[in-house]
């Protein structure tokens, strides 16, 4: 019976560790269609992403999963993230609101990026086929939310702030 109990956990953890692969993912996708350089470098790598501090630790590697790491490690991976979201949020004038989760975050800025996207604006046809092109990605970012979101049952605390 305890071994069921185990391997639940296991994959509840392999769940969540993924989601945050995903999360880094979109925030590095996010800082190279916004042209943001990010303070701490993101390596997406689906469940074992993690981010690098190039100039404070320049060989150390912060993973966003637990599993064999130092748990300092993972729990500054994770204030890193949050730290790079903030700032994508910051790029955009948008308030980085104290306390709000992660993916909360990343949704307000792709919220605010598709409502700029589909504002009637005096733009050039080029422009305007362009934008016609990209709305559906944004569409797609926050589906990718919602999935994200999904994976989140029962509000894992992880995605608050520390």
């Not at 790079?84 to 975050?105: H, K, M, Y």
């Amino acid at each position: 019976m305890e071994y069921a109990h185990t391997n639940n956990i296991a994959k509840d953890d392999e769940i969540m560790y993924t989601a945050l692969g995903y999360i880094a993912h979109l925030a590095f996708m996010l800082s190279k269609y916004l042209q943001v350089n990010l303070r701490y470098r993101i390596i997406p790598f689906s469940s074992k992403s993690f981010l690098k501090d190039e100039i404070k630790d320049p060989n150390g590697e912060y993973p966003l999963y637990k599993k064999e790491v130092e748990r300092d490690r993972y729990e500054k991976a994770i204030i890193f993230l949050r730290k790079n979201v903030e700032q994508l949020l910051f790029s955009r004038e948008l308030d980085p609101t104290e306390g709000a989760p992660i993916l909360a975050r990343l949704k307000a800025l792709v919220d605010a990026e598709a409502t700029w996207f589909l504002t009637d604006r005096d733009v050039s046809t080029t422009v305007a086929a362009s934008i016609t092109i990209e709305a559906p990605d944004i569409l797609l970012v926050n589906g990718v939310c919602k999935v994200i979101e999904g994976w989140l049952i029962n509000g894992k605390s992880w995605m608050k702030k520390p």
